[in-house]
């Protein structure tokens, strides 16, 4: 499926495509809005990491960063952990995805 996706949003998107992501509305306003409260409206009671890797084709990593800054305005510490530059199957998205989950076992090993 990879393979066949085109390589920018340009390629992949109609302009009504584009319309719509510029001004949401209706049911997809509200999904938009439910998503933005993962990290906008509750305060975590138990230690967090968020990860991200420079360059991700798939991810836009500026919302690992924004994630971060609305948990720390509620006074959580949300260290965010660069994996690196890490590929996988030529893809950097599931280079951070095989990288980052052998960092959180790791960290989750070490919170016993």
């Known amino acids: 499926m990879l393979k066949g996706l085109p390589d ?3 390629e992949l998107l109609t302009p009504r495509g584009f319309e ?10 509200e999904a938009l809005r439910v998503d933005a409260e993962v990290c906008a409206a509750w305060t975590p009671r138990v230690p967090v990491r ?3 890797t ?4 798939q ?6 960063d924004h994630c971060a800054t609305w948990l720390r305005r509620r006074g959580v510490d949300v ?3 660069d994996v690196g530059d890490t590929l996988y199957g030529g893809s950097r998205h599931l280079g951070s ?6 960092r959180i ?3 989750f090993a070490a919170l016993r």
């Open 59 to 64: 991810a836009a990593t500026a919302n690992t």
């Open 105 to 107: 076992v790791r960290w």
């Open 50 to 52: 968020l990860y991200k």
């Open 20 to 29: 719509t992501l510029r001004h949401p509305s209706g049911t997809f306003a």
């Open 54 to 57: 420079a360059g991700d084709e």
């Open 79 to 81: 260290p965010v952990v």
């Open 97 to 102: 995805n095989v990288a980052g989950t052998a």
């Open 8 to 10: 920018t949003l340009g």
